[in-house]
């Protein structure tokens, strides 16, 4: 059984917003934590940022998961693609608050899944212009997701945890990562340029 696979991206009909999928230019003047060492579309370094794309606090059922858990500040809410252990893409709502990560399922409004960002040690994304991070929570498995606002994602992620902990979190830059997809399972993923797109390949170890 081969243990590689490759993917070429998220399904053409994902609808995570509308952020230009165009390849964009090394910007070498970026002040985020990307630090300029990433390849970032010009659709995601000029448009203004505005957190909450799902207007959660008009949403009953969305409101009653966070006030449940004591949370009501609204800091980043879109729809991403979560995969699992066994590599299915499933759509998720993903809120981030100033204390955690909630998934949940669109359909039902059924939180499936809250981190603590205290729990979060790293974010990991590629180099390349693609829409794919992991986060990595050292207690848990990890989140491999993919989202049109990654760099506003990730960017409200490294904010919040500095204003509430004094903490820079790590977001690592590179081609090649591995993450816990499962308690019990490690992949390996890397990412390269290719003729009409970015490349990414899984390796189970």
């Known amino acids: 059984m081969d ?7 998220p399904p053409p009909d994902f609808d995570g ?14 002040h985020t934590p990307f630090a300029g060492g990433k390849v970032r579309r010009k659709a995601s370094r000029y448009r203004e940022h505005r957190g ?17 858990q004591g949370d009501t500040s609204i800091l980043f809410a879109d729809k991403v693609l979560k995969f699992t252990g066994s590599g299915k893409m499933k759509r998720r709502i993903f809120i981030l608050t100033d204390f955690a990560i909630y998934l949940i399922d669109p ?8 981190i603590a960002l205290a729990a979060v040690e790293k974010v990991c994304l590629s180099k390349l212009s693609d829409n794919f991070f992991a986060i990595i929570i050292p207690t848990e ?13 990730v960017q409200v992620m490294v904010d919040v945890t500095k204003s509430a902990s004094d903490y820079d979190l790590e977001v690592l830059l590179s081609n090649r990562f591995e993450y816990n997809a499962s308690a019990s399972l490690v992949k390996e993923v890397s990412f390269e340029e290719s003729q ?10």
């Open 141 to 153: 498995y990890d989140l491999f997701m993919a989202s049109t606002r990654k760099t506003e994602l």
């Open 196 to 205: 009409g797109g970015i490349k990414t390949k899984f390796l189970w170890k």
């Open 17 to 30: 917003g509308d952020e230009d999928r165009s390849v964009g230019e090394v910007d070498g003047g970026d």
């Open 3 to 9: 243990r590689f696979k490759e993917q070429k991206g």
């Open 52 to 68: 909450d794309y799902l207007h959660v606090s008009s949403r009953p059922g969305l409101m009653r998961i966070l006030e449940k």
């Open 107 to 114: 359909e039902t409004e059924a939180m499936t899944r809250r």
